[in-house]
């Protein structure tokens, strides 16, 4: 643009210069940056004083440099009208000039325009890096986040994974539970069988005093409580008869006659030992076998529950625990029918006698106790306690008896379960009695199962032996 500029102003001088020699005019206005100008060496002699001039435009535009040649009139001397057509050439080249100025203005202007813009692009270019840069780290947090994300739901899936697998591993447990619980009752209505038959053979044999039974037998006699039991159902349990009575006093353990109400009773009529006595509580035509403490604190206890040895498994269903199992001069439970019935005939007292591993022996006695009957599911109502054992009863004093297959209590499992007994639990046991017999006192469970006394030793210590007997008071 300046080289441009400059080539102007040269013409224009050169133009000056020419009216003073009489040149012709050429046209100023052929376009061309790089077009240059140059004078040439006029001819010398009878041709001096005159101008001649040479214009080189650029070739793009023309074919070949153009040489313009003017010469003046022949005589060499201006007249009048050459100088006004000099005169108008140069206004014209002074018009010229003018717009070219303003060309140039205009072109400057719009140099510093376009100055102004390549800032405000430089401005812009730094204001799109940094948003690059800004777009950059976000799409890189973004990232980051999305890995997060994923790491979340790959820990999510897993923990599904493993409660789906903990759902069939306890609905496997429940069927085997299930599976277990049915080969029990099976088990146990086969021996209820086996010894219905035992009881039938004897009734047939012919009575020949003692007869010198084997231990094995006598043990299946004592065994099960509740075949000793005549359902009230059966007309002829209302008054035993002679056959029935037979069979029940061949026991070689029962040698007293009976039946009594209860032990106390059994005392009252002069039967002072402790051994098993046969019972009829009242109002009812049970018949029942109990072992009766006779020289402890007064004698007169009907023990309805005893541990000592381990011999016995006290985890059972609800019709075990309701007819009674064990074995009557060992471990057993008299039955929650039967201490129902027992209990209804009068206002009876609890005694509940335990010893731990180092001989050590404490009681607790409860002035009441009664059962509800099973449509109460045997709740359980006991008085003031005394004693010297602690008081681990009350806290289940009006709760509803729970076994394995019975939840009753007020825990939201079974505690039955846990404990691995049947009592009256609550939330679940301050005692348990009927839990698992441990050797040695303190024992390792994952569950607090022992046979306990909170009271006595706490909750993980298991009683040596315990013993739970009722007497009229
Ligand atoms: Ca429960």
């Known amino acids: 643009m300046e080289t441009w500029t400059l080539s102007l102003l040269f013409l224009t001088v050169l133009l000056v210069q020419r009216g003073t ?44 440099s153009l040489c313009i040649t003017s010469r003046g009139g022949e005589s060499g001397v201006a007249n009048s009208s050459d100088v006004a057509a000099l005169r108008g050439e140069l206004s014209y080249q002074q018009r010229q000039l003018e717009e070219v ?105 012919p009575q020949q005093g003692p007869r010198n039974e084997s231990p094995e037998t006598k043990k299946v006699d004592s065994d099960i409580q509740k075949d000793q039991s005549v359902s009230r159902d059966d007309p002829a349990a209302i008054t035993p008869s002679p056959a029935l009575k037979a069979s029940l006093a061949s026991f070689p353990v029962t040698k007293s006659p009976g039946p009594w109400r209860d032990c106390q009773h059994a005392l009252d ?103 509800e009957p099973e449509s109460d599911s045997y709740r359980l109502r006991i008085g003031e306690y005394r004693g010297t054992a602690g008081d681990s009863l009350s806290w289940h004093n009006n709760k509803a008896f729970t076994t394995l297959d019975r939840d009753r209590d007020g825990y939201s499992g079974n505690c039955a379960h846990y404990q691995k007994g049947g009592w009256w639990y609550h939330m679940c046991a301050h005692s348990n009695l009927n839990g698992v017999w441990y050797r040695g006192g303190h024992y390792r469970s994952r569950y607090q199962d022992g046979v306990y006394w909170a009271e006595f030793h706490g909750g993980s210590y298991s009683l040596k032996k315990v013993a739970m007997m009722i007497k009229p008071t």
């Open 101 to 205: 100025r303003a060309l140039v203005g205009r072109e400057s202007g719009l140099a510093q325009e376009v100055r102004g813009w390549r800032g405000e692009n430089a401005g812009l270019n730094a204001r799109i890096a940094q948003l690059n840069a800004e777009l950059l780290q976000q799409v890189l947090h973004s990232g980051e986040q999305a890995l997060a994300q994923q790491r979340l739901q790959e820990l999510l899936l897993n923990a599904t994974t493993q409660v789906q697998q903990l759902t069939v591993s306890y609905r496997e447990l429940e069927n085997n539970y299930k599976t277990l619980t049915s080969a029990m009752s099976s088990q146990n209505a086969l021996i209820n069988r086996l010894e219905k038959q035992c009881q039938r053979d004897s009734t047939d044999l």
């Open 269 to 371: 009529s002069g039967q002072l030992t402790s051994a098993i006595y046969l019972l009829q509580p009242l109002r009812t035509n049970r018949l029942l076998q109990a072992w009766c403490e006779q020289n402890q604190a007064h004698g007169g206890w009907t023990v309805i529950q005893r541990r000592q040895d381990g011999s016995v498994n006290f985890f059972r269903t609800w019709e075990q625990y309701k007819q009674g199992f064990g074995n009557l001069d060992g471990e057993y439970w008299l039955g929650l029918e039967h201490l129902y019935w027992l209990s209804a005939q009068a206002v009876y007292r609890l005694r509940v006698v335990l010893e731990d591993w180092q001989g050590r022996q404490v009681f607790a006695e409860y002035d009441s106790f009664r059962l």
């Open 21 to 64: 020699c009489g040149q012709k005019s050429i046209d100023p206005t052929v376009p061309g940056e790089e077009g240059t100008q140059s004078r040439q060496p006029g001819p010398a002699g009878p041709k001096a004083g005159r101008c001649a001039y040479t214009v080189v435009v650029p070739q793009q535009r023309l074919t070949g």
